[in-house]
């Protein structure tokens, strides 16, 4: 009899225990369903502000040593999809992006963190721009709490490149998807 109240003690305050629990998250002040034009990319015929939105995680691992954000479209007509940002190296002790953080010139970026070349080409966020009069595309924007501390990568780095070593790399990642159509 009292082995079975001990047992049931203990596992009462485990599940006690994980009802508080907190999943990892992605949130933003500036994202809802639908990106705005200070979201969408200047050029390519899009006329946008080219801005990367706040973006705040929380609830991370408690082992995580450091963390990335990409973010990525996988309805671009291009039998790949299109990165439209990839930033790591973002030191574990941080949660959030200012908004306007892909844009390099600023040096809002946490310290130690690296942009790299996305496919418009360059380093930094490019804002959405779908071809004109396509279906609602698909951002998704992704946080990943990653086991290593620096990923050996440079802003030279391609996305795939970058995608595989994080993902090879990854403890726990979190999503948010906004649309956008012109």
Sequence with gaps: MQKIMLISVVLTLLVVGNVGAQEFTLKSDDLGGQLTQSQVFSGFGCNGKNISPSLKWINAPSNTKSFAVTVYDPDAPTGS????WVIFN???GVN???ADTGRIEKNLAPAGSIQSVTDFGKPGFGGACPPQGDKAH???FTVYALS???LDLDEKTSPAMAGL???SNTIAKASLIAYYRR
């Excluded at 999809?81 to 439209?84: A, D, F, R």
């Design 148 to 150: 290593i501390t620096k």
């Design 96 to 98: 959030e992006l200012k």
């Design 138 to 140: 698909r951002y998704i």
């Design 81 to 84: 999809g299109w990165w439209h």
């Design 165 to 167: 070593i994080l993902n």
């Design 90 to 92: 973002i030191p574990a």
